[in-house]
């Protein structure tokens, strides 16, 4: 390759942004198109679609901050996902986590005495209570198959229906989170948790409710990164997931890092159901999550072990799922239509991830 | 079956113009030309590296070449996949075998070559033909599985007769057989090529060019650098253009590898000189026994010295993965102990045995001796990585400082540290294992499995040279190898190893070949 031939090339590259960001926005967009389409197809005028999508996901700072708050679960659960798929693991028990967290979370905020703690204790120590729920859940995962060879995908699945009927279940009765039925409502939730144990508002403005959980994900996005890029531990579970052989060969403790994987895998989860229940719903009750978990996998599985990559697929999760509920609710677009979007959108960045590659590998 | 029928000799089977092929920035062909003639036997001469398993899969149709014509029979050939190959009439061998164990030596017949109703009577009659017409005695209802290496190799053999082939490509097929199979499988290919066929055979060994070659192409560097169609009388010349040196610069374990008959004449005056010296290991009653209960190790007991090389030599399958996989800590033994300068190390943990001074060089390097994916740096301080933490972060500056030192010692050649570990030569992954592996502190005992398979000439002496350092430096060496010459130029003492045990012992001798290469194939001395 002759360097004249390459000279006008990288002047151009100069003004664009690299291909790596170029290339997906330009597949989402098309993709969006596309839908657009089968909006069309489905009697539904476009433009009104288009305005409620809009209005849904951008058109107030109340939305905007719902949409936010959406994507911190989703990043939450992606982060943990790519920490385990980092040693070669598949976390799809994300919404399991998210359960039981949120079980936790809910437990110490009303029982545990949090309420009267003091320096922000209040709201730290259910979030604490729901990572060590998380962690231990996820752990019995990689547990399982460090000593018996179960695989951690149908492991972490088949844990995640034990952990939603958990949940059923302890809303249901009153001798664990149910409220009492003394009162006029019936339904099966819990008593919402008292102030001290919500999250912080950032602004302090109810109509714009981003909460703290925004700054610490951020915080955590970047050492996930720190952690797997630059640490002997993100090495060590690198080569446990790119040839365990070898890696124990190599005195790595590969059990323990197994382990360890799952087990943060499962505290990011346990972490995303106390900021959905602190940051947000304050109740817990049957449909805490309605599958954060599994949105958070699937950004989690398209990020391809970036951060960055979750933080991205997080927010435009977040926003396409608040205006696809109000293009349901205002324009009348069956929700069918709505999921079969998201899911081409899913569809077309594989495709894209996939074809990028080849053409590195052509090159 | 055979004859197949002959083609007009002025038009070769398989004629190859200007091949060039590149990887990325890697040529790996460059301008190859190579004509095979029906009923005659070309051998494909070169170092690993050379190009020869390249030009075998764009012969098969595994990729297409970047430029150059290939003609079959005269006829323009350009196949895109397996496929067009075998419809070609071009039959191949690959380097490892691609049979299903578990399967019988019919049903792997049959295996893609059936639809509906599978006709075992047909293809078992077919089978006993070939077997009659070929010397290739098989029982078509063995399970393969139970089949010596040998024998696994006469089924390769015979799926590709039974599609009766205009060519049949062989890949290195010599490298995994005992020294007295290595004849008769020379002998069926003599026989196939008389039956018509074309003959395309890769080696490294000139003793077999010798032997049965009518025609012989030297690889190097991508470049058919030689071709001679008198290989017995140019065997001096086709030394020199593979290597690109003399004969005389070679030393013994080198010319040994290259299967010349060239051995140690004389033992060098470090070996054998009697005393013995104390133990660096002690292997005391080993028994492995597999997932489905059958005997891997049989009670193995061995001692290896200090400051000596013992050779294990057998046809590989005979318990020596198992060996290897038990001193590496990947394996729990079923009974037995193992000590090393006197300590015990059975049930070890790998981190345990390597803080003993035992050194690893495993058989399979790719699964178990590197982590392919990362970088050479990262794969020279695969089990002491830890040392370069400052407060949890690599020291990435130190590592690449420290791992270029060990490449300047051990002539790892790479772009540099940070070069990934699968892009270098075999020989060079292999001397980085090596390099990891003897610095280990306080050596005192180093297991190298195989440690040259697929190796060029020039690694071959780089690894022998540090392993015999390691020997002078009072550490014991347990070398296991399928190459008995190897083993006779390079070892002070031989054991074979058959079927979990230990057959007998023979000093490392050349006129010992001949006992050694019985006690391989079960006769006791």
């Known amino acids: ?363 | 079956m055979p004859p197949a029928p002959v083609e007009a000799p002025e038009v070769p089977i398989l004629s190859l113009a200007g091949i060039t092929k590149r990887f990325g920035a890697v040529l790996a062909l460059d301008d190859v030309s190579i004509e095979v003639g029906a009923g005659e036997i070309h051998c494909l001469l070169g170092e690993n590296g050379a190009g020869k398993s390249t030009l075998c899969n764009l012969i098969f149709g595994l990729f297409p070449p970047d430029a150059g014509e290939m003609r079959l029979a005269g006829l323009p050939y350009r196949p895109v996949r397996p496929g067009d190959a075998l419809a070609g009439g071009i039959a191949m061998v690959h380097q490892h075998f691609s049979l299903i164990p578990e399967f019988t030596v019919v049903d792997n017949l049959l295996l893609g070559r059936e639809r509906g109703i599978l006709r075992r009577a047909a293809y078992s009659e077919k089978l006993r033909q070939l077997a009659a017409a070929y010397g290739l005695p098989l029982d078509p209802s063995a399970r393969v599985g139970d089949l010596s290496v040998g024998e696994r190799q006469r089924v390769e053999i015979v799926k590709c007769l039974v599609r009766d082939p205009r060519l049949l490509v062989l890949d290195e097929p010599t490298a995994v057989l005992p020294p007295d199979e290595v004849d008769a499988f020379l002998a069926v290919c003599r026989r196939v090529a008389e039956g018509g066929c074309g003959v395309l055979l890769v080696t490294h060994k000139l003793a077999e060019v010798k032997r049965v070659a009518d025609c012989v192409t030297v690889l190097r560097g991508g470049r058919s650098v030689a071709t001679s169609r008198r290989p017995a009388a140019d065997i001096d010349s086709l030394v020199r253009a593979m290597i690109q040196r003399d004969l005389d610069t070679l030393d013994t374990a080198m010319a040994s590898s290259l299967g010349m008959e060239k051995t140690a004449a004389v033992p060098a005056a470090s070996r054998r000189d009697g005393a013995r010296r104390s133990d660096a290991l002690q292997i005391d009653g080993l028994t492995v026994r597999d997932a489905v209960g059958s005997l891997r190790l049989d009670q193995l007991t061995l001692t290896v010295g200090k400051g000596e090389i013992v050779g294990l030599a057998g046809v590989e399958g005979n318990g020596q993965s198992e060996l290897g996989a038990v001193l590496a800590g990947l394996l729990q033994p079923t009974g037995g102990r193992l000590f090393v300068d006197g300590k015990e190390m059975t049930g070890r943990s790998p981190r345990e045995i390597t803080a003993l001074g035992i050194g690893i060089v495993p058989e399979d390097r790719h699964a178990v001796g590197c982590i392919a994916e990362l970088s050479l740096a990262e794969n020279i301080f695969l089990n002491r990585i830890g040392q370069f933490a400052r407060f949890g972060l690599i020291d990435r500056d130190t590592l690449r400082r420290q791992a270029q030192e060990m490449m300047h010692r051990f002539d790892v050649r790479a772009a540099g540290p940070e070069a990934a570990f699968s892009s270098l030569s075999g020989g060079n992954q292999q001397k980085a294992v090596l390099a990891r592996e003897l610095t280990i502190d306080n050596l005192v005992f180093l297991l190298a499995a195989q440690p040259t398979r697929g190796l060029d000439v020039g690694a071959v002496e780089a690894v022998y040279k540090q392993i015999d350092a390691a020997r002078a430096r009072g550490a014991g060496v347990l070398l296991i190898s399928s190459e008995l010459d190897e083993l006779i130029a390079v070892a002070d003492r031989i054991l074979v190893l058959y079927r979990g045990r230990i057959m007998g012992e023979r000093s490392a001798h050349p006129h010992e070949r001949e006992a050694i290469g019985a006690m391989m194939s079960g006769h006791p001395a």
């Open chain 1, 1 to 363: 390759m002759s360097l004249a031939r390459t000279m006008p090339q990288t002047a151009l590259r100069r003004w664009l942004p690299p291909a790596s960001v170029i290339v997906p926005v330009a597949t989402v967009l098309l993709t969006l198109l596309l839908g657009l389409v089968l909006i069309a197809l489905t009697n539904v005028p476009v433009p009104d679609a288009i305005d409620a999508f809009i209005d849904g996901a951008f058109g107030s700072g109340y939305v905007v901050a719902a949409s936010i708050n959406r994507a911190v679960a989703y990043t939450l659960v992606g982060l943990g996902f790519i920490v385990a798929a980092r040693a070669n693991l598949t976390n799809v028990g994300g919404e399991g986590q998210i359960a039981i967290g949120g079980m936790a979370a809910t437990a110490v905020a009303l029982y545990g005495g949090a309420e009267h703690l003091p320096l922000g204790l209040a709201f730290l120590w259910p979030m604490a209570a729901a990572i060590a729920a998380g962690a231990a859940w996820g752990a019995l995962a990689g547990i399982l198959k460090v000593k018996s060879g179960t695989n951690e995908v149908i492991s972490t699945l088949l844990l995640t229906f034990i952990g939603i009927w958990l949940l059923y279940w302890s809303v249901q009765s009153v001798s664990l989170l149910r409220r009492p039925m003394t009162t006029s409502a019936t339904l099966p939730e819990s008593l919402e948790i008292p102030d001290p144990a919500r999250l912080p508002l950032l602004t302090g403005d109810p109509s714009a409710p981003l909460n703290i959980g925004l700054p610490i994900t951020i915080i955590l996005a970047f050492a996930v990164w720190l952690v797997l890029a630059k640490t002997v531990f993100g090495w060590q579970l690198r080569a446990v997931g790119l040839n365990e052989r070898a890696a124990r060969r190599a005195g790595i403790a590969h059990a323990g890092i197994t382990v360890a994987a799952m087990a943060i895998a499962g505290a990011f989860g346990g972490l995303a159901g106390a900021v959905m229940l602190q940051g947000d719903q304050y109740l817990l009750k049957v449909g805490f999550s309605s599958g954060y978990g599994f949105d958070g996998l699937v950004i989690g599985l398209l990020a391809r072990g970036s951060p960055l990559g979750v933080v991205a697929g997080a927010l435009l999760f977040g926003f396409l799922r608040s205006g696809g509920i109000n293009m349901e609710m205002v324009a009348q677009v069956p929700s069918a239509i709505v999921m079969v979007i998201q899911g081409l959108i899913v569809v077309s960045l594989a495709a894209m991830s996939f074809w990028l590659d080849r053409a590195k590998v052509m090159r």
